[in-house]
């Protein structure tokens, strides 16, 4: 994933070397590793010396610390493991495996242009074109040979039953076992409960795999640090109601790994420190009342034109918050009983049940952050997702938010029509800014009279 614009990463440049990766994938499958190591580790240096100076300080960091996410677990190999985004990962950290998330994986080749290749590939092995595209970007990458041997896959249910059969052939893929966590559609203590024990039993897996006694004090720092990452965020959202801070889509994408995956590392609980302090800190975060303020529902498709133009750092409208980094809210992680407190998050993540859920959720962060509207992004391949989207539309647009349905892919540009995208986007922006005037209009008039 790469922050920068075509206009400074020069003409084709990310396109030769997208084509590069794949075309040696084809010859030489641990050499395209090398590579796209040796890409990833060069942009990472480039967001050391010479960051984007228009972001804050935490959004800066946050692209070196998603980059070092990402860069552990592809270069470590046996250390590492093959994990969905709402996996708990404190449990790895105790063990000192890397996670490597799906998701993650498949925006990062996104950003370097090496995407196609790895789709097609998980099509040539079988897997539907109408699949979620982030998970053949990663099967095509576990066919092709591009990714290293990891010590075995770990899912969750939540939010899609795809991430039993993606994580399952990996698994079967590379001879190593794959363990399941089932989230019980309930959200009740009874399942906190049946998640917790399942966590324990995901303790002793790991045990065999790697070989280690479990530091269980490492584990209750790693989850004290969960809480206290999870309860940062939410207070820099709270400050930031109201305001703007200076940010493009990509950076509202990093703050997912820190939601997930990195939850429980120091950079987690760095990142989300350092973005509270920016949020109270008025030579960053701003009053503009003439910026709309947009909650985004879903994945970002952090690469299409014309979503750039319209978020990053525009002066007509900026991403108040995005539902991918925001979908825990008010729990107690408690390092004294950290499997129960793993478990509540995922039982009572607003992903978890039914999408009524997902719908408070939605509502709380527009009121929160005075929203202006909702764009709802029904990414490819997720059937959750689309399958609400007329009833989150009406919930919404009742207590008083518009909402955009956008159609489009957060990892194939295949799927993606930047025309289509850009017409509706404008439009919606319009819809607002004139809704917008015309209720300040009305104030006016009223004020006057």
């Not at 309930?186 to 303790?203: I, Q, S």
């Not at 939410?234 to 109601?241: Q, S």
């Amino acid at each position: 994933m790469s922050t920068l614009k075509p206009e400074q990463q020069g003409p084709g440049l990310v396109a030769r070397f997208g084509a590069a990766v794949q075309d040696l994938t084809g010859r030489d499958a641990a050499a395209a590793r090398r590579l796209l190591l040796l890409g990833l580790r060069a942009q990472r240096a480039r967001l050391t010396l010479a960051p984007d100076r228009r972001l804050p300080p935490a959004r800066r960091y946050a692209a070196r610390a998603a980059m070092d996410a990402m860069v552990r677990p592809l270069a470590r190999g046996g250390r590492s493991a093959i994990v969905n985004v709402f996996l708990p990962c404190e449990l790895l950290q105790a063990f000192g495996v890397a996670p490597l998330f799906a998701e993650g994986l498949s925006c990062y080749l996104n950003g370097a242009r090496a995407e196609k290749l790895f789709l097609h590939r998980a099509e040539e092995g079988g897997v539907s074109p109408n699949f979620c595209s982030y998970h053949k970007a990663l099967l095509g990458a576990g066919f092709s040979g591009l990714l290293p041997r990891p010590l075995f896959t770990a899912c969750t249910s939540l939010a899609c039953d795809a991430n039993n059969l993606t994580f399952r052939r990996l698994a079967e893929e590379f001879g190593v076992p794959a363990f399941y966590i089932d989230v019980p559609y309930t959200r009740d203590e009874a399942a906190v409960r049946e998640v917790a024990d399942r966590l324990r039993e995901f303790a002793e897996f790991l045990t065999l795999r790697t070989g280690r006694r479990l530091n269980e004090d490492a584990l209750r720092a790693a989850v004290a640090r969960s809480g206290r990452t999870l309860d940062l965020l939410a207070r820099a959202r709270a400050a930031l109601a109201g305001k703007v801070l200076p940010g493009d889509v990509v950076s509202a994408s990093y703050e997912v790994f820190v939601a997930h995956t990195m939850l429980g590392t120091p950079a987690a609980e760095r990142y989300a420190r350092q973005l509270l302090q920016d949020a109270r800190n008025p030579r960053y975060a701003r009053a503009e009342a003439d910026s709309l303020r947009l909650v985004w529902a879903h994945t970002i498709p952090f690469y299409q034109p014309p979503v750039q133009r319209a978020l990053d750092f525009a002066p007509g409208a900026h991403l108040a918050a995005c539902e991918m980094s925001a979908d825990t809210q008010g729990l107690v992680m408690d390092p004294d009983h950290p499997y129960e407190s793993m478990a509540r998050r995922l039982v009572y993540n607003s992903f978890n049940g039914g999408a009524g859920h997902r719908i408070d959720r939605l509502l709380e962060l527009c009121r929160q952050q005075q929203a202006d509207g909702l764009i709802y992004f029904c990414h490819w391949g997720c059937k959750g997702t689309q399958g609400a989207a007329q009833l989150v539309r009406s919930r919404l647009e009742e207590a008083g938010y518009p909402v955009l349905l956008l159609d489009g892919d957060g990892c194939d540009r295949a799927n993606a029509s930047d025309g289509q995208t850009a017409t509706r986007l404008e439009a919606f922006l319009e819809m607002l800014a004139a809704a917008r005037r015309e209720r300040a209009d009305h104030a006016g008039k009223e004020a006057g009279a």
